[in-house]
C-alpha cells in the first residue's frame, strides 16, 4: 500500500509536469486557429493566420532545411572519416585530436559564434552568405557526428 502512495505521487507529478509543457502548445495553436483569440473557438476557425506566417518565411523554412541538409552533408563527408581513423589509430595524438574535437561542444554556442564573427569580421562577402552559418553549425554538430560514428 505504501508503494502505491508514492506511485500515485510520482504519477501525478508526472502529469503535471506534462501538462505545464503541453498546454502552452495547445494555446499558441488554438491562437493560430481562431478568427478572434480572445474571444476564442466561438468566434470560428481559420487557417488566415497559417498563411500569413508561411508567406512571410516560406523563403526562411527552405533555407533552413537547405541548410539542415548541407550541414549533414559536410558533417559526413567529414565526420566518418575521421572517426574512422580515430578509432583506428589509439594514440595520444589521436586522442588529443578527438579531445580538440569536442571542444565546440564545451564552449557556449554563443562564444563560438563571436568567435566566428571575430575572426571572419573583415571578410564580409563570407560573413553574410549562408556558408558563414553553415560552418558554424559544422563546427557544433561534427563532435556529435564523431562520437556517433
Excluded at 18 to 46: D, H, K, Q, R
Excluded at 89 to 96: G, H, I, K, N, V
Aim: a positive charge; glycine letters at 8%.
Amino acid at each position: 500500500m505504501k508503494h502505491r502512495g508514492l506511485f500515485l505521487l510520482q504519477l501525478g507529478f508526472t502529469l503535471l509536469v506534462c501538462a505545464f509543457l503541453i498546454v502552452p502548445v495547445i494555446l499558441s495553436i488554438m491562437a493560430g486557429l481562431t478568427v478572434n483569440y480572445f474571444i476564442g473557438i466561438e468566434s470560428g476557425l481559420t487557417l488566415r493566420w497559417v498563411f500569413e506566417v508561411w508567406n512571410g518565411y516560406r523563403d526562411t523554412i527552405f533555407l533552413s532545411i537547405g541548410l539542415s541538409i548541407a550541414c549533414l552533408a559536410v558533417t559526413l563527408l567529414l565526420g566518418v572519416p575521421t572517426a574512422y581513423v580515430l578509432a583506428k589509430r589509439q594514440s595520444a595524438l589521436t586522442r588529443a585530436i578527438e579531445e580538440l574535437l569536442v571542444m565546440p561542444v564545451a564552449v557556449p554556442g554563443l562564444a563560438t559564434a563571436l568567435a566566428l564573427i571575430v575572426t571572419y569580421g573583415a571578410l564580409s562577402g563570407f560573413r553574410t552568405s549562408w556558408g558563414f552559418i553553415l560552418v558554424g553549425h559544422v563546427l557544433f554538430t561534427l563532435p556529435f557526428m564523431v562520437r556517433s560514428v
